[in-house]
């Protein structure tokens, strides 16, 4: 059996660990001043050599040439299976032992912060008085779940990740040993991959070596499951375009492809990333990276995906918002019952009170502006009284259809995703929804759906209204848009939260 390559180049001397050079230097300085501590603690990410270093104080303490065999003083534990406090207090009882051969019994606990509670109690009293032939090397990825009393207790070493130019020169060095023949960019984006984990990509490299003679970027993208460039460039620019069609399209490519949703979100989030920082996109591309982050752990992310890439649509990332052209001057609606506005020629009898008025004979005539019969100004008319039949004005209509989206929001957030793309038109007791895809249309029209909506705005509107669901043709799409206002369609989609599901 071939030994992997990231066992095979494990570093076996501090001075040929790579990238770590603040710890190296200081422990080699330690070192040849005797400084010993009880008690060493290394934490940082994974891959970065925790564990090689860990094994390398080890038996730089002892004097003792590091290889692949084992020492009976140098014992490595793994706290992920042995956490509880019987193996705790079973170490704590081997540590009086004195060493077997060397000058120190060495343990090394290997991700110390799966302990249990019980446990760190049990260990906490053999740091605080460890015998003189004892040193704790603790190593761990998540050093805030440490006890502080832990961590006081020890001489601390913070890892860093491997910087990328360091990591490319490394794996061209082992390449070159290996006779592994690969392109300069297929090492990029091993080491863009790794993260600045030597581990991670080294052992990608080792897989990579095993797909053909002549390694490239190609044969790493298909290695990691990426789908190819010209592709995720073809999805930004649907998205650029505001193309609901081409975005829906490029999607079912990709799928198709055997290309999966978390792994798309993670390319286009960052070709968007590269983006800002080149001043090529807008600000409005910030809360679309903001929810691409949200499509991994998501229970359906296909759906996620889409959702959030069609809400993109609505504004454009690339540039500024661009006012759409202002249209002709509609007509003024007539105002409802509930809106009329105080007669602006005075009253034909100015002491008249509200007992005359109703008392007022039918067979008289009225001033031709006055108030209707039964109708006071300082008075709202009852419900059943009152009710519109003609629309609102247009204001009044997005003030409703808002107010009813932040309801519906509250408890049913996919469908206020889905609802607040829609253009609502009041006619009446009838609110026609505008919607741009046939597939929301039929979500909306789902009589749950419908009914949840139709209860929210008679509870806001005090009137049953009529929910009706249309697919709006481009015509009508663009004579539904409001007049050039920025400010309008924060009204519609809720402001800063255009891009919120």
């Known amino acids: 059996m071939g030994q992997a390559l990231y066992r095979k180049y494990r570093s076996k001397s501090l001075s040929e ?53 084992t020492h009976l003083d140098i014992i490595e534990i793994d706290a992920a299976s042995n956490r509880r406090i019987d193996e705790i207090r079973d170490l704590r009882d081997r540590v009086n032992t004195a060493p077997s051969a060397a000058r120190y019994k060495v343990y090394i606990i290997d991700e110390v912060h799966m302990l249990t509670k019980e446990a760190f109690n049990a260990l906490l009293k053999t740091l605080e008085e460890p015998p003189a032939h004892v040193v704790f090397i603790l190593a761990t990825t998540e050093a805030h779940k440490l006890p502080e009393t832990i961590v006081s207790r020890t001489q601390r070493y913070t890892f860093r990740p491997v910087p990328k130019e360091q990591v490319i020169a490394h794996l061209r060095s082992i390449a070159g040993s290996e006779k592994i023949k690969i392109d300069d960019d297929a ?3 091993i080491a863009e991959h790794g993260e600045g984990s030597f581990r991670d990509s080294i052992s990608l490299l080792d897989q990579a070596s095993s797909v053909s003679d002549h390694v ?13 460039a010209e592709l995720i460039a073809n999805l930004q620019t649907a998205i650029t375009a505001q193309s609901g069609a081409a975005i829906v399209s490029s999607l079912a490519t990709l799928y198709d492809q055997g290309y999966e949703p978390a792994m798309v979100a993670f390319q286009l989030g960052a070709r968007l990333r590269q983006a800002v920082l080149d001043g090529s996109a807008a600000s409005a591309a910030l809360p679309l990276l903001q929810k691409l982050l949200d499509v991994p752990a998501a229970r359906q992310p296909k759906q996620l995906l889409e959702l959030v890439l069609l809400e993109a649509a609505l504004i454009p990332i690339r540039g500024t918002v661009t006012p759409a052209p202002a249209e002709p001057p509609k007509p003024a609606a007539k105002p409802t019952a509930a809106a009329v506005p105080k007669q602006s020629k005075p009253a034909p009898e100015p002491k008249q009170t509200k007992e005359a008025d109703e008392v007022f004979p039918p067979t008289e005539e009225r001033p031709v502006d006055g108030p209707e019969p039964a109708t006071a100004a300082s008075e709202p008319p009852a419900t059943e009284t009152a009710e519109p039949t003609e629309p609102l004005p247009t204001q009044d209509v997005l003030e409703l259809w808002q107010q009813t989206l932040d309801e519906i929001k509250k408890q049913h957030n996919t469908l206020y995703g889905i609802a607040r793309m829609a253009s609502p038109e009041l006619d009446g007791n009838k609110l026609t929804l505008h919607l741009k895809f046939a597939f929301h249309q039929k979500r909306l029209n789902e009589v749950k759906n419908r009914k949840i909506f139709s209860d929210v705005i008679e509870r806001l509107s005090g009137r049953p209204i009529e929910i009706v669901c249309v697919v709006a043709d481009k015509a009508t799409t663009a004579a539904a848009k409001p007049a050039a206002d920025v400010s309008t369609i924060s009204n519609i989609f809720g402001g800063a939260e255009l891009l919120e599901s």
């Open 187 to 189: 090492l990029e984006l």
């Open 17 to 69: 660990i790579v990238g770590q050079e603040h710890i190296t230097a200081t422990l080699t300085n330690a070192l040849k001043g005797g400084k010993i501590s009880h008690a060493y603690l290394l934490t940082g990410p994974r891959g970065v050599g925790k564990t090689s270093i860990a094994r390398i104080l080890a038996h730089e303490i002892n004097g003792l040439p590091y290889g692949d065999e």
């Open 216 to 228: 490239t970027r190609a044969d790493i993208e298909r290695i990691l499951g990426l789908a190819p």
